[in-house]
């Protein structure tokens, strides 16, 4: 039997104080939300090949934009550089951003058996060092082990909305 919730979908998602379009801080935020959702998504049992952005303007109009790859998602890292590039794809650069959204779409359960790829890529490499971390996570608390990058942004973060099971999140 197959488990492939087709409309099931995992995203996160943040309200910025102010509009914003400041590229440093809506670039941090992308890779804070490709990175809980990646765990999310590994914590929940499931893949994805398709990643999704959502982002709200100053004047309220949401827009979203995805994307399907030939292979899993395998990493926060690769999340990461494909809603960038969705991100980048929407945006004009000028207009703020009120709320900005990184989600994975038509989840399959890992329980399904997969056909294997002949040579592992760096994204394979990625994903063995974060099931790893999800280890670490799991003993001794979410805050244990943080992306460097994102090392200030944790500091003064209040917390973003996560919302799950909706298509367009």
Do not use: C
Request: aromatic content about 8%; proline content about 3%; cysteine-free.
């Amino acid at each position: 039997h197959s488990e492939k919730p087709k409309s099931r979908s995992l995203s996160s998602e943040t309200t910025f104080q102010r509009d914003t379009k400041n590229r440093e801080s809506l670039e941090k935020a992308v890779l804070d939300l490709s990175n809980q959702v990646m765990f999310r998504l590994l914590e929940e049992g499931f893949r994805s090949r398709t990643a999704a952005v959502k982002l709200r303007l100053s004047d309220f109009t949401t827009h979203t934009v995805r994307k399907t790859v030939r292979h899993w998602i395998n990493s926060s890292e690769e999340l990461y550089q494909l809603a960038l590039s969705l991100f980048y794809k929407r945006w004009d650069g000028y207009t703020p951003i009120r709320l900005l959204g990184v989600g994975v779409e038509e989840l399959e359960s890992t329980e399904v058996p997969v056909q294997q790829e002949l040579f592992r890529d760096d994204h394979d490499r990625q994903k063995t060092v974060e099931e790893a971390v999800l280890a670490i996570r799991r003993k001794f608390g979410a805050g244990e082990v943080v992306k460097a990058s994102l090392l200030d942004k944790k500091r003064k973060k209040t917390g973003p909305s996560a919302s799950s099971d909706s298509p367009d999140s």
